[in-house]
Nanobody, 124 residues
Framework: QVQLVESGGGLVQAGDSLRLSCEASGRTFSWYIMGWFRQAPGKEREFVAS????????NYADSVKGRFTVSRDNAKNTVFLQMSTLKPEDTAVYYC?????????????????WGQGTQVTVSS
């Protein structure tokens, strides 16, 4: 079992930055690929970013590429999502998730463990 707790969400203005954190407990954090997903009202959950076990390989959705950066600190069992140049369309509940699989990091069904989510609201 892995428990995930997100933090860092809030209300910001368009163009601002925000950093989300997700702290893991339970099994060895470095075993897992970590992903960030988001879900806006009335929409399906969508992939935002993922990072491999060692932290030297990342993937991003096209909508956030160049604006968001995912990173991890295995010593602190924490994954981060640095969000810059935020837009109103980035408004959503953001979730971190952990996957024991080696591929398919963009698919929610490949993640066995999920946090409770943190709200990010970007005003125009």
């Amino acid at each position: 079992q892995v428990q995930l707790v997100e933090s860092g969400g809030g209300l910001v203005q368009a163009g601002d930055s925000l950093r989300l954190s997700c702290e893991a407990s339970g099994r060895t954090f470095s075993w897992y690929i970590m992903g960030w997903f988001r879900q806006a009202p009335g929409k399906e959950r969508e992939f935002v970013a993922s990072i491999n076990r060692s932290g030297d390989s990342t993937n991003y959705a096209d909508s956030v590429k160049g604006r968001f950066t995912v990173s991890r600190d295995n010593a602190k069992n924490t994954v981060f999502l640095q969000m810059s140049t935020l837009k109103p369309e980035d408004t959503a509940v953001y979730y971190c998730a952990a996957s024991a699989l080696s591929t398919g990091s963009g698919y929610p069904n490949n993640y066995a463990y999920w946090g409770q989510g943190t709200q990010v609201t970007v005003s125009s």
